[in-house]
């Protein structure tokens, strides 16, 4: 198939939203687009994932490849697309309808190749990457298949060029405040849910945080109150923090804990719900399934860059299981209205993608 006609799958994939928690309609598209595709085994799982099976050899050991089907972006948002000859900008399309849309691109090229691969190949498009969905689409395909494959291929839009070979660790925090609250005025000095915890975030933000290992604290909702003239009776908090070592995230996890059961006193409650966890883990860069991304750049003329972040990748690398990022073109704006990808890298992307799973199937 040409970009051009990959670029209008993406696009077909891109204008049905899907927001975490709400990708039943984009799944069932792609179910349905597998099924054109007389692959095996076409079904959707009890998360909500699409599953499919490219028979090969009598390997027993398969290749997954996946991409998440979810995006940041509420029903309602608008999925304008604007075209330059350089680029396409569209919401969520980078992150990650042209990343779904890649594992078709992937299966047409290796049919085109008119060749019995030495294995099967699985390519899922999975749900609930995003935020709180807190990869419980990538942690079924993982409880499904386990550590008795080649390895995970995780399929993302902007990465190109990157090689994701770690995977930073997430803990999320929902904090809630009750009092009793009051009228601003008779009752001025009894607790306010507010204040008590915009006190606690400005503790939370005076703990000092190393550099190395990277870690992060971010406050990122802050909700509550009444009205303008009423002592608050209730304030929640919704509190991320990340770190590149999972010792690191857990110290940092205790000081918070620590500081937080320290802001309950008489009339002032304080109570805290996980809502997110993603867990820290990697693969050595010396690892063959990672030698083997590398060389797939450098083959397309790329100087790759191996790299960390938060993906569907954290959930094998915790298991030890092999795992890598990999990427289909560049871009810019993610989670914003003016995600945008970039053309030209596409086919480098699409051929290095192509001849990972050549390298690893062997």
């Known amino acids: 198939?040409?970009?051009?006609?990959?670029?209008?799958?993406?696009?077909r994939i891109q204008q049905i939203p899907a927001p975490t928690f709400g990708e039943a309609q984009r799944a069932e598209f792609?179910?349905?687009c597998f099924a054109d595709e007389t692959l095996d085994d076409v079904h959707l799982d009890s998360a909500g994932n699409v599953l499919a099976r490219l028979p090969g050899g009598t390997s027993d050991k398969p290749i997954i490849i996946s991409a998440h089907l979810d995006t940041v972006f509420p029903l309602d948002t608008n999925l304008i697309i604007q075209r330059s000859a350089e680029k396409i900008t569209a919401p969520g399309l980078g992150d990650n309808s042209l990343g779904v849309a890649a594992l078709f691109e992937i299966l047409w090229r290796l049919r085109d190749l008119r060749s019995v691969l030495p294995c099967d190949i699985w390519f899922i498009a999975n749900v609930c990457e995003e935020g709180l969905g807190d990869l419980r689409g990538m942690r079924a395909v993982v409880d499904r298949f386990g550590g008795d494959v080649r390895?995970?291929?995780?399929?993302?839009?902007?990465?190109?060029?990157h090689v994701y070979h770690r995977g930073t660790g997430v803990r999320r925090f929902r904090v809630t405040?009750?009092?009793?609250g009051g009228h601003s005025w008779s009752d001025y000095g009894k607790p306010s849910a507010i204040h008590e915890l915009?006190?606690?975030?400005?503790?939370?933000?005076a703990v000092k945080l190393p550099e190395a290992p990277r870690t992060t604290l971010n406050v990122g909702m802050f909700t509550g109150g009444t009205s303008i003239n009423t002592i608050a009776p209730q304030a929640q908090l919704e509190l991320d923090m990340r770190s590149e070592d999972e010792a690191a995230l857990?110290?940092?996890?205790?000081?918070?804990?620590?500081?937080?059961?320290?802001?309950?006193?008489?009339?002032?409650?304080?109570?805290?719900?996980?809502?997110?966890?993603?867990?820290?883990?990697?693969?050595?860069?010396?690892?063959p399934f990672i030698r083997a991304a590398l060389k797939s750049l450098q083959q397309v003329g790329v100087n790759p860059v191996l790299t960390i972040g938060s993906t569907d990748a954290n959930v094998p690398f915790s298991q030890n299981y092999p795992a890598v990022v990999l990427g289909v073109t560049t871009g810019g704006g993610a989670h914003t209205v003016n995600e945008h990808i970039d053309i030209s890298p596409i086919d480098k992307g699409i051929k290095h993608l192509v001849d990972f799973v050549l390298q690893i199937s062997r």
């Open 198 to 205: 915009a006190g606690l975030v400005t503790r939370l933000s």
């Open 1 to 11: 198939m040409s970009i051009d006609s990959l670029l209008e799958f993406a696009l």
């Open 151 to 161: 390895g995970y291929l995780i399929l993302e839009g902007m990465a190109f060029g």
């Open 30 to 32: 792609v179910r349905s």
């Open 250 to 287: 857990q110290g940092l996890i205790r000081q918070v804990e620590g500081l937080i059961s320290a802001a309950n006193k008489p009339g002032v409650s304080i109570e805290t719900e996980v809502i997110g966890d993603r867990p820290a883990g990697s693969i050595r860069a010396d690892h």
């Open 177 to 180: 405040a009750r009092t009793a």
